[in-house]
């Protein structure tokens, strides 16, 4: 008797296990002549093996295809569990029929062959980029498009595909000193200029710091409309650390103009797609550019413009520090970090951070979240959040107190400043974090 109902137990869990895959006991399972729907498709993608899975007894394996769908199959003509396509990418053609019994169509297939190869992703590297013209060089990945003009040069992003198969536009726009992509339906890729300006500057690296950021926030205002109620940061960029001053949109453009002689150069980042999925990724090439732009000598001059040369070069190219130039760490990676405070930026994939409502700390070392928290962990950079009364100060930008450096920037949604403060080794970094920063409020 204990061994009947040991059978009858099993015989009821059979029961359940094949009701999962559309049949029951004691029934004919579905002869499937009648289709819901019935076409002849072609498909690339890999067979796969049913394993102990019973869906129907014409179903044999599992196709999925290269968009991700998966359908039910079979072939009379082909052996699906041979070395030969089990496992392959392969290029298959045949019947594909629907039925009220089965969640996925039933694919017949009646020819395989070699699948197309798949494109090999462009390998990117990075192009060393000089310009005697209006004496400018700096590095850029390959895969942006380049394009000089008179006292102009534009980077645009890789084109990306949209549904129907054609490139975003790439139409443009020209104004007295820049260029904008138009904002269409769909967005235009972002870009990347540097200009050079004839502003007419009287400034120069005698003058003090304050009067060169007045004159240029002079210029700006009087030509830019877009930055017109912002306040520059002033900063140092670029392989030889040149004065400049820094503007960031709402919408994340980043704008450094740096003087030279008479001249203003721009650098910007301008954001007009309206694809923001990879506005950081798009903001640290842009960091890495400015990290190694530099002033070169212009079509007719022989000295390089380098620290240690004549007045004019060394002015140019020396920046206004208190101290001598610190080797900076560089940073090949980064991650996103996206705040419930309702902010992100970029920070070093390798490393670590730790956040509460005042402070956010960053460190190279790993970090116990069990135990750890801001006020007991030694970072490597710190970012904290101040009004202009706590910290006295009326602007943003770097300041430099020996070996340590404070990066300073409008932190919205904050509503106040926020700094980023470490070693000098760590300023361009920290400029890069700062560019990153971004309000996510929805």
Same mark, same amino acid.
């Given at each position: 008797?204990?061994?009947?109902?040991t059978l009858?137990?099993?015989?009821l869990?059979l029961?359940l296990f094949s009701?999962?895959?559309?049949?029951?006991?004691?029934?004919?399972?579905?002869?499937?002549?009648n289709?819901?729907?019935r076409t002849?498709e072609?498909?690339?993608?890999t067979?796969m093996?049913l394993?102990?899975?019973?869906?129907?007894?014409s179903v044999?394996?599992?196709?999925?295809?290269?968009?991700?769908?998966?359908?039910?199959?079979?072939?009379d003509?082909?052996d699906l569990?041979?070395?030969?396509?089990?496992?392959?990418?392969v290029?298959?053609?045949?019947?594909v029929?629907?039925y009220e019994?089965?969640?996925?169509p039933?694919?017949e297939v009646?020819?395989?062959?070699?699948?197309?190869?798949i494109d090999?992703?462009?390998?990117?590297?990075?192009?060393?980029?000089?310009n005697?013209?209006?004496?400018?060089?700096?590095t850029y990945?390959?895969?942006?498009?380049m394009?000089?003009?008179l006292n102009?040069?534009s980077?645009a992003?890789?084109?990306?595909?949209v549904e129907?198969?054609?490139?975003?536009?790439?139409?443009?726009?020209?104004?007295?000193?820049t260029?904008?992509?138009i904002?269409?339906?769909?967005?235009?890729p972002?870009?990347i200029?540097?200009?050079?300006?004839?502003?007419?500057?009287?400034?120069?690296?005698t003058d003090?710091?304050?009067l060169r950021s007045e004159?240029i926030?002079? @210029?700006?205002k009087s030509e830019?409309?877009?930055?017109?109620?912002l306040t520059?940061?002033?900063?140092?960029?670029?392989?030889?650390e040149?004065f400049?001053l820094?503007y960031?949109?709402e919408?994340?453009?980043?704008y @450094?103009?740096?003087?030279?002689e008479?001249?203003l @150069?721009?650098?910007s980042?301008q954001?007009?797609?309206?694809?923001?999925?990879?506005?950081?990724?798009?903001?640290?090439?842009?960091s890495n550019?400015?990290?190694?732009?530099r002033?070169?000598p212009k079509d007719?001059e022989t000295?390089?413009?380098?620290?240690?040369t004549?007045a004019?070069a060394?002015?140019d190219?020396v920046?206004?520090?208190e101290g001598?130039?610190v080797?900076?760490?560089?940073?090949s990676k980064?991650a996103p970090l996206t705040?419930?405070l309702g902010?992100?930026m970029?920070?070093?994939a390798s490393w670590?951070?730790?956040?509460s409502?005042?402070?956010?700390?960053?460190?190279?070392?790993?970090?116990d979240?069990?135990?750890?928290t801001?006020?007991?962990?030694t970072?490597v950079?710190?970012?904290?959040?101040?009004s202009?009364?706590?910290?006295?100060?009326?602007?943003?930008g770097?300041m430099r107190n020996?070996?340590?450096?404070?990066?300073?920037f409008?932190?919205?949604p904050m509503?106040?400043f926020g700094?980023l403060t470490?070693?000098?080794?760590?300023?361009?970094?920290m400029?890069?974090?700062a560019?990153s920063?971004a309000?996510?409020?929805e």
């Amino acid at each position: 008797m204990k061994i009947r109902k040991t059978l009858i137990a099993a015989s009821l869990c059979l029961c359940l296990f094949s009701s999962l895959f559309l049949t029951s006991c004691g029934q004919e399972e579905d002869d499937l002549s009648n289709p819901l729907t019935r076409t002849d498709e072609t498909h690339i993608g890999t067979f796969m093996p049913l394993g102990s899975i019973k869906i129907h007894s014409s179903v044999t394996h599992l196709f999925e295809t290269d968009d991700g769908d998966v359908l039910y199959a079979f072939s009379d003509r082909y052996d699906l569990d041979s070395s030969e396509y089990a496992g392959v990418r392969v290029e298959a053609y045949g019947t594909v029929s629907t039925y009220e019994s089965l969640d996925k169509p039933l694919y017949e297939v009646k020819r395989i062959t070699d699948a197309p190869a798949i494109d090999a992703p462009e390998e990117v590297t990075s192009v060393e980029y000089k310009n005697t013209t209006i004496g400018v060089s700096f590095t850029y990945p390959s895969n942006w498009k380049m394009e000089e003009k008179l006292n102009m040069i534009s980077l645009a992003e890789p084109e990306k595909k949209v549904e129907n198969g054609d490139t975003l536009p790439l139409d443009e726009a020209e104004t007295e000193h820049t260029v904008k992509a138009i904002t269409g339906e769909t967005g235009t890729p972002d870009s990347i200029w540097a200009v050079k300006i004839e502003a007419g500057l009287t400034k120069t690296s005698t003058d003090e710091n304050g009067l060169r950021s007045e004159e240029i926030a002079t @210029y700006v205002k009087s030509e830019y409309a877009d930055l017109t109620a912002l306040t520059g940061d002033l900063t140092y960029v670029g392989a030889d650390e040149q004065f400049s001053l820094r503007y960031k949109t709402e919408n994340g453009d980043i704008y @450094y103009f740096i003087p030279r002689e008479t001249s203003l @150069y721009e650098l910007s980042y301008q954001h007009t797609n309206k694809d923001d999925s990879l506005l950081l990724d798009n903001t640290n090439v842009f960091s890495n550019l400015v990290a190694t732009f530099r002033f070169l000598p212009k079509d007719g001059e022989t000295t390089e413009v380098i620290p240690g040369t004549s007045a004019d070069a060394q002015a140019d190219a020396v920046p206004m520090t208190e101290g001598p130039s610190v080797s900076q760490v560089e940073i090949s990676k980064f991650a996103p970090l996206t705040s419930n405070l309702g902010f992100s930026m970029s920070y070093p994939a390798s490393w670590y951070y730790l956040g509460s409502n005042a402070k956010y700390i960053f460190t190279d070392q790993k970090i116990d979240f069990a135990t750890a928290t801001v006020d007991n962990t030694t970072p490597v950079l710190t970012l904290t959040w101040s009004s202009i009364e706590e910290t006295g100060m009326s602007t943003t930008g770097t300041m430099r107190n020996g070996d340590n450096v404070s990066v300073t920037f409008i932190a919205t949604p904050m509503l106040s400043f926020g700094t980023l403060t470490g070693d000098a080794k760590y300023e361009e970094l920290m400029q890069k974090m700062a560019d990153s920063y971004a309000d996510v409020r929805e």
